[in-house]
């Protein structure tokens, strides 16, 4: 007899939510030279953080996107909201030194999704 074969999807819960990542809003630095950007901290969250899938990266290969990577957050409902003008930074070893920019936002069942693109130099 033949056992019948079942795939489960993985899901999100608190163990994969481990990387802290910070979600930042961007803008250039006052003073004599205005040169540069500051960013001041919006929301910081743990995450999960995997490759994009192939249909992320046909939609960011039409845009020139090189370097990408999704993220998943718990929906923080009303604390913060998401954004495309704001950037993310990951605190891994990594992803250290990147800034992030929000390319697409995926709101599902009390989680967000983001598709990142890594190739903006510091914004």
Known sequence: MMRKKSIKSETTHNGTLNTPVEFCSTKVASGLHKHGTTNKVEYKAW??????????????????????????????YGAYQTDNKHVVMI???RYAGVVWKIEDIRPKGG?????????NDGV
Not at 52 to 73: A, F, M, P, Q, W
Not at 111 to 119: A, P, S, V
């Open 47 to 76: 995450a999960e953080i995997y490759s994009s899938s192939l249909k992320d990266i046909e939609i960011l290969k039409s845009r020139g996107v090189k370097k990408s990577v999704t993220i998943i957050i718990r929906d923080p």
């Open 91 to 93: 605190h891994s070893p």
């Open 111 to 119: 989680y967000i999704t983001f598709l990142l693109n890594g190739d």
